[in-house]
């Protein structure tokens, strides 16, 4: 399927009503926080929004605002306009959510993994982004959807968990490459993020720290 643009999925997203957002199983900060992001924002555009992760929201992923949104158990099999596969390079990763939401008339299919075979009715794929987040936060920006604290903290949350290796050498490309807009977009994220009550801004740990914990530092300039 060749690339979506932006203004094609926000039409898309506009013009339905129902939506099941969902991620890989076995899900990381990128995979739960894009999930999350994306469903407040659809939600708070009046929409009825399903989140659903056949591993539900992890522990350490308490705080994420609107975790109660996650399903788990998944439930019956309900029928959704859209359904919206984040973060997700295979398709059999989704696991038994996506068989739940089969009936989806338009499936999108957002991520930022090169393997990604390109599933789905719409896709967007950059495999320059160093996380799905980043995608989405780029593309609620650029379709005026809402990015409220919430939506940002979630959005922050799952670039910052990525995988250090990944984002390390996205940010080294990024001082050398004028055209990504990492640490561009990783300061504006940070910034929307801020603004949300002191008691939603936690510590997180890097997925591949050795136990140590690391409170958010300002992003890297
Ligand atoms: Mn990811």
């Not at 899900?27 to 894009?34: M, T």
């Not at 596969?85 to 999108?108: C, F, M, P, Q, Y």
């Not at 929307?192 to 890097?206: E, G, H, L, N």
Request: with cysteine; proline share 8%; hydrophobic share 35%.
């Amino acid at each position: 399927m060749k690339q979506s643009s932006f203004e094609e999925i926000g039409a898309v997203l506009r013009s339905n009503e129902t939506f099941a957002v969902l991620s890989h199983v076995r899900p990381d900060g990128d995979a739960l926080g894009s999930q999350l992001g994306l469903a407040l924002s659809l939600s708070k555009l009046g929409k009825k929004v399903v989140v659903r992760n056949e591993d539900g929201l992890l522990e350490k992923y308490n705080f994420l605002p609107g975790g109660e949104f996650l399903q788990t158990p998944l439930g019956e099999p309900q029928d959704f306009d859209v359904a919206i596969a984040l973060d997700t390079a295979v398709e059999n990763r989704l696991g038994n959510a996506a068989e739940l939401v089969r009936s989806a008339k338009t499936w999108i299919n957002i991520d930022h993994h090169p393997s990604n075979p390109r599933y789905g009715d719409l896709v967007y794929i950059d495999p320059t982004a160093p996380a799905t987040g980043q995608i989405l936060f780029e593309f609620l920006t650029n379709q005026k959807f809402p990015v409220t604290p919430a939506i940002a903290e979630n959005l922050y949350a799952a670039i910052s968990t990525t995988s250090c290796s990944w984002l390390c050498a996205k940010s080294r490309s990024a001082v050398t490459n004028p055209s990504n807009n990492f640490p561009k977009t990783f300061a504006a994220i940070w910034k929307r993020a801020q603004s949300s009550p002191a008691k939603t801004r936690p510590v997180i740990a890097p997925e591949n720290s050795s136990g140590e914990t690391r409170s958010r530092s300002p992003p890297p300039l």
